[in-house]
């Protein structure tokens, strides 16, 4: 999953890099993939290097120069740190500020004593659903991830248990529901009524994030029983930290990024004149850049300074939250950089060439398009947008809940199977401390049932309305 901006995205895509036919392309793609699953499999190399040697390998069985090759893959690497690096810093810092000032023991014991033993996975799939409407997938686990864990490890629960629900309702809000870029682009290539789809896509969603998330998180804690991960859960606060934040500012400075990127996407949809003055400062403070820095800073005073801080614990707590985040960021962003040669190769080109004369329903068909895009590149936005351009002709007649019910299709596909091209996965490794086989049998799964129940969902209410 990707946060490329929607003008990026919706841009002309670019010549590929090599005229390998189809097959050679196809052949390339498997042999990449393996290089990669197998460096970190068989050989245990850091997965930021077998990435990188499995993007090279990729581009050589693909035919690409060299030089063309490492272009896209440093191209990559380069456009997602700048996209999610600063933000994972940004919410590393938060969660630092909120585990030493004891802000996040706050909540995770005000959560433990109002939802405990079964509600707990109902609790935390409300909390990531409402929290990852207006967030980009990467902000929406960098804000939930130390509350998932803390809960997990002061409550007794399996990870899985926890874990699953909340990226559950993460994937869905940022697959299905505007004011995410990929389903915005959706509803403007097929041109559906946004309200329509809103509305489509919460009922399809609500369903959709139950199964992939509290049900399924049941057979997912069977299947991997692993422990939160000690390097990641912030610690509890020591015995001589004097006082700690309320929960009411707590909870305050958390959503506080919610809020302000939720305000511009409200501003987005009423105002809809991008040269309009509150619209562009909107745009400014409700970017994830400034909403999270905002977060830092007020942090600074209603977690820290409420906590005792002086400016000296306040910078040392800083630069101890910084460090543990590196390796994570380097393997999200050779993700992308492996993403970025695949694309360039022309092996999205290639499907859309191969889906052309396909003789199947209109809704089933942008969903398998969205499903292979998906499969091919990695980027759940790419695919959306991608499927979207190519059925568009296909919206001309339709009614507009069929129109927005398109847009769905292509959104429930494009989350199919997340694996080892999408920085998704590695986000999700690297947090819960998983292998990578760990993590495609829960997070990999989960994606796959949020896709087809999604998919499914989708056909059976274009039969209705």
């Known amino acids: 999953m990707t946060s490329l901006s929607v003008e990026m995205l919706a841009a002309d895509p670019v010549e590929p890099i090599t005229s390998a036919g189809h097959a050679q392309l196809g052949i390339a793609v498997l042999a990449g993939i393996a290089v990669i699953v197998l460096l970190i499999t068989k050989f245990k190399l850091h997965a930021f290097l077998a990435l990188t040697i499995g993007s090279l390998a990729l581009g050589a069985f693909a035919g690409a120069p060299l030089d063309k090759a490492i272009k896209s893959f440093t191209d990559g690497l380069g456009s997602t740190v700048a996209g999610v690096g600063v933000l994972i810093a940004l919410g590393a810092i938060l969660g630092k500020l909120l585990a030493d000032s004891g802000g996040a023991d706050q909540i995770v014991d005000t959560i433990l004593a109002k939802a405990g033993g079964r509600a707990m996975p109902w609790a935390m799939v409300l909390i990531a659903s409402v929290i990852g409407l207006p967030l980009f997938f990467e902000v929406g686990i960098v804000l939930l991830i130390p509350v998932v864990l803390m809960v997990a490890k002061r409550g007794g629960y399996s990870l899985m248990r ?3 629900p909340a990226l559950a309702g993460l994937s869905v809000m940022h697959g299905l529901i505007p004011p995410h870029p990929g389903p915005l682009v959706a509803i403007d290539a097929v041109k559906a009524n946004l309200g329509v789809t809103l509305a489509l896509g919460v009922l399809v969603a609500i369903p959709t994030v139950i199964i992939a998330g509290p049900l399924f998180s049941k057979v997912a804690a069977r299947w991997v029983d692993v422990p939160a991960p000690e390097k990641m859960i912030p610690q509890r606060p020591s015995e001589d930290l ?4 309320g929960f009411g500012a707590t909870v305050a400075t958390v959503l506080l990024p919610v809020v ?25 403070i409700g970017s994830p850049l400034i909403a999270l820095l905002a977060a830092v800073i007020v942090g600074m005073f209603t977690l820290g300074r409420a906590a005792g801080f002086t400016k000296d614990r306040l910078s040392t707590t800083v630069e101890k939250s910084l460090a543990p985040i590196a390796g994570v960021l380097m393997i999200v962003g050779a993700g992308g950089g492996f993403k970025q040669t695949l694309i360039d190769v022309g092996v999205g080109q290639m499907i859309l060439d191969f889906s052309k004369d396909w003789s199947i329903p209109a809704l089933l068909l942008a969903w398998l398009i969205a499903v292979a895009i998906r499969l091919a590149t990695g980027s759940a936005t790419v695919a959306t947008i991608s499927a979207a351009g190519l059925v568009a ?3 001309a007649d339709m009614s507009t809940s069929h129109t927005a019910l398109l847009v769905l299709a292509i959104g429930a596909g494009s989350l199919f199977f997340s694996h080892v091209n999408d920085a998704g996965f590695w986000l999700v490794k690297e947090y819960f401390g998983l292998d990578v086989g760990q993590t495609i049998k829960t997070w990999s799964v989960m994606e796959t049932i949020i896709s087809v129940v999604a998919g499914a969902l989708v056909l059976l209410l274009s039969l209705v309305i």
């Open 162 to 164: 926890i874990g699953i």
């Open 242 to 245: 004097a006082k700690r934040p």
């Open 260 to 284: 302000l990127m939720l305000a511009k996407a409200l501003v987005d949809i009423v105002v809809d004149d991008p040269e309009a003055t509150v619209q562009r400062v909107f745009d400014v």
């Open 393 to 395: 002709p296909l919206a």
